[in-house]
């Protein structure tokens, strides 16, 4: 807890004072995010590397504006879009290559 100095001695002894913050609650971002904390874009981030598809649902998140509930939830979304396109960019190189 932060203390602050209220008055100084001769003696050089210092008296401290507890200092509290005036907001007593919780703040509407310090609450955890969902799954395990790292929230819904980096957990579809993650989970992509195992089932691509997961990265479209994030995608879909993203480009629906998911992130205005939290906004910490944007760069996970977005990561999980940028994933989703190099995926798509790969898949349609492939199919060119194996038709051409």
């Not at 210092?14 to 609450?31: A, F, M, N, P, T």
């Not at 906004?71 to 038709?99: D, M, N």
Request: aromatic content about 16%; charged content about 15%.
């Amino acid at each position: 807890m932060p203390f602050a100095a209220m008055e100084q001695d001769k003696g050089n002894s210092v008296k401290y004072l507890l200092v509290k913050d005036d907001e007593s609650g919780w703040g509407i971002y310090d609450k955890p995010l969902r799954c395990y904390g790292c929230g819904i874009g980096w957990f579809c981030f993650l989970t992509g590397f195992l089932c691509p598809l997961v990265w479209y649902y994030g995608t879909y998140l993203y480009f629906s504006n998911h992130y205005r509930k939290d906004p910490r939830e944007r760069a996970g979304l977005a990561a999980s879009a940028i994933a989703a396109l190099i995926c798509s960019a790969a898949a349609v190189i492939t199919v060119l290559a194996v038709l051409l």
